[in-house]
Every structure is written in structure tokens, then in C-alpha cells.
């Protein structure tokens, strides 16, 4: 063999090396890029339900609200910039008030919520007024008496 020959062999060997190396790297990326691809699907899966499920929580709201109009004197509801608010709907029902929590067929109170049924069932309720004064200082002070 000629000097030219194993040269060639020498290069052909270290090519056939490169081209093992850079294979097991693609190989590597594509495994690492099926896993964040995985991933990524199961939180955007994720997502999609928690956002259908506030949809459909929304939707039962609105819908169970106007279902009491007819059933109550007044119906207040109540908003709030909280997205996990502890009630729904305050109702007036002859000499009654009732706190109104709308809620999906068999769905669980959450800690809030059960902490303020138990609040109203032991009776521990008070209508307070408080009274506030603008524009110098906001002064929020309660009220005593009627």
C-alpha cells in the first residue's frame, strides 16, 4: 500500500468516527427535543382544561344567577377582582338573607367556602357600615348606631 492509500484509509476511518459521534449526538437531541416536546404538550393540555373548566364555572354563574331572579326580591352579586372568591350571590327572600354559593352538581366547598357556611350557620354574622371620607386622606372609620 502506498503512502496515498493509507492516507486515505486514515481519513476515511476518521470520517466513518465524526459521523458516529455526530450521530449519537443528533440521536441525543432528538430524544431531549421529543421530551420538551412531551412536556409541553401536557401543560398546554393542562391549560386548555383549566381554562374550559373557569369557562364553564363562569358560564354556570351567569346562567344560575338569572335562574334566582324570579325566586328572590333582590339578588345581588357579588364581584370581586379575586378569581377565588369565598361566595357568589346574596339573596333576599322575604325576612331572609341567604348567601348564596353556585357550585357544579356533587362539586366540594372549598376552605373558604366552608369556613364562611360555617361562619353563618354559628350565627357569627354582622352588617357593618363604615364610613369613608375623601379626597385629603382616605380615613375609613366604623360607624356606631343606625
Not at 354559593?101 to 357556611?117: D, Q, T
Not at 360555617?118 to 360607624?143: A, F, H, N, W
Request: proline share 1%.
Amino acid at each position: 500500500m502506498t503512502d496515498l492509500e493509507i492516507f486515505l484509509v486514515g481519513v476515511v476511518v476518521l470520517m466513518l468516527i465524526v459521523l458516529v459521534i455526530l450521530s449519537a449526538f443528533a440521536m441525543n437531541f432528538k430524544r431531549k427535543a421529543q421530551t420538551y416536546f412531551a412536556n409541553w404538550q401536557t401543560r398546554q393540555t393542562g391549560a386548555y382544561t383549566l381554562g374550559t373548566h373557569q369557562v364553564m364555572g363562569d358560564l354556570s354563574q351567569v346562567l344560575g344567577t338569572f335562574s334566582f331572579l324570579s325566586n328572590y326580591e333582590q339578588i345581588i352579586l357579588l364581584s370581586t377582582t379575586s378569581a377565588q372568591s369565598s361566595m357568589d350571590l346574596l339573596g333576599i327572600k322575604g325576612d331572609c338573607l341567604e348567601f348564596i354559593e353556585l357550585k357544579k352538581k356533587g362539586g366540594a366547598l372549598a376552605k373558604a367556602e366552608r369556613k364562611i357556611k360555617r361562619l353563618v350557620d354559628q350565627g357569627k354574622v354582622k352588617y357593618v357600615i363604615k364610613d369613608v371620607e375623601l379626597p385629603d386622606t382616605v380615613r375609613i372609620s366604623e360607624r356606631s348606631g343606625p
